[in-house]
């Protein structure tokens, strides 16, 4: 999904609210007055703590968000209990993909990483609104591309890069999506979205802040110096952020 921090070279947005509550997101902040209008009205505001499930694998979807705030995975859940995450969804983001191609019953669990704020919708009124909404439509077929190339990276980093280049790349496309230095994240949470050992995700947050690029307390990281993060990675980073800015136009 889009990191906004790689975005400077698009229009600025308008800020707006809905009800008192002002967005964020950048797909709402980019539709035409007269695509807002219909939808907006439908749009509910609602909070979620962390580890809250939006979406839970395999079951029905009655609901999609736009993230306003915050940060959500995208886990892959296994039948025996085992997960691991393939994407990640802040701000410039979008809930409930599986609807644009007609399915009702989401394939992965979509779980808050960290307190999110969204605007909620009905998945059948986003069906009715997207005959009416061109701008919303091209919007959110491009994150299902991006979604797509996102989920095939990873599944050859969760494959084939060490757990601390995967750490690294993982607190990176973080950060983009919360825009900020310090990531409120467990290392508990950590083995869950690389889907290894706790132990293993110790070893490498330890290493990552011997090496000076993160400084680690219970529950929160803080990134020291994003160059050497960068440098820490795999390439799946760099080639994810590439096709993303080559699909938006963030490069440019």
């Known amino acids: 999904m889009t990191p906004s921090q ?10 707006t609210d809905i009800d008192g509550n002002q967005i964020h997101n950048e797909i709402l902040l980019s539709l035409p007055p007269n695509e807002r209008k219909p939808m907006f009205s439908e749009l509910e505001f609602v909070p979620f703590k962390t580890h809250h499930v939006l979406h839970e694998a395999r079951r029905s979807i009655r609901s999609v968000y736009f993230i306003n705030s915050g940060l959500a995975s995208v886990v892959s859940v296994l039948t025996d209990g085992r997960s691991v995450e393939v994407g990640l969804i802040g701000k410039e983001g979008f ?24 605007f909620r919708l009905d998945a059948d009124v986003l069906t009715g609104v997207l005959r009416h909404s061109p701008v919303l439509n091209r919007q959110l077929e491009r994150l299902l591309q991006i979604a797509t190339v996102e989920v095939s990276q990873l599944a050859a980093c969760n494959r084939l890069h060490q757990v601390n280049q995967r750490l690294a790349r993982w607190l990176l496309m973080s950060q983009d999506r919360m825009s900020s230095k310090s ?16 132990s293993s995700v110790s070893i490498a947050a330890g290493d990552l802040q011997d090496a000076g690029i993160i400084n680690y307390r219970r529950g929160n990281i803080v990134i020291r110096s994003r160059p050497a993060l960068e440098r820490a990675a795999c390439e799946c980073y760099q080639l994810i952020r590439q096709h993303i800015e080559e699909e938006t136009g963030a490069g440019s």
Request: proline content about 6%; cysteine-free.
């Open 6 to 15: 790689h975005a400077k070279s698009r229009p600025k947005l308008t800020p």
């Open 95 to 118: 809930v409930g993909l599986a609807v644009l191609a007609g399915f009702r019953k989401s394939f992965t669990r979509v779980i808050a990483q960290a307190e999110i704020t969204a």
């Open 183 to 198: 990531l409120p994240l467990t290392h508990e949470f950590l083995a869950l979205m690389l889907g290894t050992r706790r």
